[in-house]
């Protein structure tokens, strides 16, 4: 399956940075890998402006699981697709972490995202103590079956695997460790979905850098990446698309 390299930029980037949006673009229009960048609300409209009809696809880093409504300060997949982002970043370990999310709540953003037309990348992962419980693989498993929607086509589906320990630690887990948790979560998917979960891109995502990038992708059943940090300077995000 072709590689799948998406930048979350999380709470950065201000106007001045559409700049590097522009230039991941032009690398992209001449990957192999399928890009895709995340930038904060603020800068969907132009970015996905800056990237209509090339290579670069733009997309959200969260959104509420209504429609619409009195939710001050939230914004909805209607919005996120309306501004012209096609895919949306669900449970990310820092919203579960700070805001309180859940695998029902995240379950409902993600029919919200299919109802709205947007991919969804469902985040999962472990945090240091679950892993050292020897629970990762557990976790892992009650957050794909806890977030599973059959609103959600097969096809629209992407997955990362981003272990807590590892986001923006610049540790990495051994490609061992990558394996096993990606293998576990095709069984998951293949378990609730069928034969047709093979084809959903599992990304890899915490401390990847141009420098582990290669070694990463190589590993059986990662078919991409997240990118946080090492997507924020299109020279960074780049070496990763040409690795990929
Ligand atoms: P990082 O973040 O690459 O900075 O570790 C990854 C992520 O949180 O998606």
Same mark, same amino acid.
């Given at each position: 399956?072709?590689?799948? /390299?998406?930048?979350?930029?999380?709470? *950065?980037? #201000?106007?001045?940075?559409?700049?590097?949006?522009?230039?991941?673009?032009?690398?992209?229009?001449?990957?192999?890998? @399928? !890009?895709?960048?995340?930038?904060?609300?603020?800068?969907?409209?132009? &970015?996905? &402006?800056?990237?209509?009809?090339?290579?670069?696809?733009?997309?959200?880093? $969260?959104?509420?699981?209504?429609? @619409?409504? +009195?939710?001050? %300060? $939230?914004?909805?997949?209607?919005?996120?697709?309306? !501004?012209?982002?096609?895919?949306?970043?669900?449970?990310? @370990?820092?919203?579960?972490?700070?805001? %309180?999310?859940? $695998?029902?709540?995240?379950?409902?953003? #993600?029919?919200?995202?299919?109802?709205?037309?947007?991919?969804?990348?469902?985040?999962?992962?472990?945090?240091?103590? =679950?892993? $050292?419980?020897?629970?990762?693989?557990?976790?892992?498993?009650?957050? /794909?079956?806890?977030?599973?929607?059959?609103?959600?086509?097969?096809?629209?589906?992407?997955?990362?695997?981003?272990?807590?320990?590892?986001?923006?630690?610049?540790?990495?887990?051994?490609?061992?460790?990558?394996?096993?948790?990606?293998?576990?979560?095709?069984?998951?998917?293949?378990?609730?979905? %069928?034969?047709?979960?093979?084809?959903?891109? #599992?990304?890899?995502?915490? @401390?990847?850098?141009? =420098? *582990?990038? !290669?070694?990463?992708?190589?590993?059986?059943?990662? *078919?991409?990446?997240?990118?946080?940090?090492?997507?924020?300077?299109?020279?960074?995000? *780049?070496?990763?698309? +040409?690795?990929?």
């Amino acid at each position: 399956m072709r590689a799948t /390299i998406i930048g979350n930029w999380k709470m *950065n980037g #201000l106007a001045a940075d559409l700049e590097e949006i522009a230039a991941i673009r032009d690398a992209a229009a001449s990957a192999r890998a @399928s !890009a895709a960048i995340c930038p904060p609300a603020t800068l969907i409209h132009r &970015a996905a &402006a800056l990237c209509a009809g090339s290579a670069l696809a733009i997309g959200g880093q $969260d959104c509420h699981a209504d429609a @619409s409504g +009195a939710h001050t %300060g $939230d914004v909805s997949a209607a919005m996120l697709a309306d !501004a012209g982002a096609t895919l949306v970043i669900l449970g990310h @370990s820092e919203r579960r972490a700070h805001h %309180g999310e859940t $695998d029902p709540l995240i379950r409902a953003k #993600l029919v919200a995202a299919a109802h709205a037309g947007l991919r969804p990348i469902l985040c999962v992962g472990e945090t240091e103590t =679950e892993r $050292d419980a020897g629970d990762t693989l557990r976790v892992l498993a009650g957050q /794909i079956e806890g977030a599973h929607a059959e609103e959600v086509a097969t096809e629209a589906l992407l997955v990362a695997y981003e272990p807590v320990w590892a986001i923006g630690t610049g540790r990495v887990p051994t490609r061992d460790q990558i394996a096993e948790a990606h293998g576990e979560i095709r069984a998951r998917l293949t378990a609730l979905r %069928g034969a047709g979960a093979a084809d959903i891109p #599992l990304l890899y995502g915490g @401390s990847m850098k141009p =420098e *582990n990038a !290669a070694a990463i992708l190589e590993v059986e059943n990662v *078919n991409g990446g997240l990118i946080g940090g090492a997507s924020l300077r299109a020279a960074d995000f *780049n070496r990763i698309l +040409a690795a990929a």
